[in-house]
């Protein structure tokens, strides 16, 4: 199955409608500060610089140049770049998330509090490399930090105990 050359220009439209959409994003995400370009694009009060917004992952500002939209039901499962399906997003954390393997994606998705065996997921750390990270709480108090693609098959800690518990 290949579904992964979704993000073509059909599906993305034109650059002007592109342009459209990052100016959307900016405005409608618009953060707390401004990005002044002329001394490498350092954080400046709101209304003193170029209008930015901040990546959904990441934190980072980003301008109606450098912004791009991500889409939250992701295109290979039909989303699209409807302006309900799209939130900003750097390029760094948008082309990972997109090359992200299935089973980091899907647990990029997974939320605080979930649980899997008797692991209960407590913080995302981020991705690194292809894989989503997360700090996980075993139901022993065992804390541990575990690969997004790992987490189905370790569903707790290292101990014995716990192991024979969540098999
Ligand atoms: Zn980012
Ligand atoms: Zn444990």
Do not use: F
């Not at 690194?128 to 790992?150: F, I, K, L, T």
Request: one cysteine or more; proline letters at 4%.
């Amino acid at each position: 199955m290949s579904t992964r050359g979704t993000t073509n220009a059909n599906v993305r439209g034109s650059s002007t409608s592109r342009a459209a959409r990052r100016r959307w994003l900016v405005t409608t995400y618009r953060a707390d500060v401004d990005l002044h370009p002329e001394h490498g694009m350092y954080p400046v009060p709101l209304g003193e610089g170029t209008p930015a917004c901040r990546c959904y992952r990441c934190g980072k500002l980003l301008t109606v140049e450098s912004v791009t939209a991500d889409r939250i039901k992701p295109g290979c499962q039909g989303g699209t770049y409807v302006r309900t399906n799209i939130r900003p997003a750097c390029l760094t954390c948008n082309s990972v998330t997109g090359g992200a393997t299935r089973s980091a994606r899907t647990y990029i998705r997974r939320k605080v509090g979930d649980r899997v065996g008797q692991v209960v997921l407590v913080e995302y750390l981020g991705i690194q490399g292809r894989n989503a990270y997360w700090r996980c709480v075993c139901d022993c108090g065992a804390e541990m930090r575990v690969q997004s693609g790992q987490l189905r098959t370790v569903r707790s800690c290292a101990s014995s105990a716990c192991k024979a518990k969540a098999a």
